[in-house]
Nanobody, 121 residues
């Protein structure tokens, strides 16, 4: 099984931007979809953004218009550009590869350690 390594999290003020990266040790163009998730303290992990291999996207309502997901197949890396960050975006962010975006919590890989994003008001 492959591995996932998230990076790019930081402590930032509200309104600022961050770009998260996820390096995958498998060829990501083999999979139908890629996704970013987050888990805030005391809450369940949730899907933040999904990207299919034909360019389709799926964003949580709370991040639409602020977050953009992309991929670099040559580097087996996916990205999450996060703009206009809000305190409610504070969470540990994870990447993974879902079997389908219709059932995003059914994933191929074991979860990585994630990367912490903290947004101060």
């Amino acid at each position: 099984q492959g591995q996932l390594m998230e990076s790019g999290g930081d402590l930032v003020q509200a309104g600022r931007s961050l770009r998260l990266s996820c390096a995958v040790t498998r060829e990501i163009n083999r999979f139908k979809a890629l996704a970013w998730y987050r888990q805030a303290p005391g809450k369940e992990r949730e899907l933040v953004a999904g990207l299919t291999n034909d360019g389709g996207t799926n964003y949580a309502d709370s991040v639409k218009g602020r977050f953009t997901m992309s991929r670099d197949n040559a580097k087996n890396t996916m990205f999450l550009q996060m703009n206009d960050l809000k305190p409610e975006d504070t969470a540990v962010y994870y990447c993974n590869i879902p079997v389908s975006l219709r059932a995003p919590m059914n994933v191929y890989f074991n979860w990585g350690q994630g990367t912490q994003v903290t947004v101060s008001s």
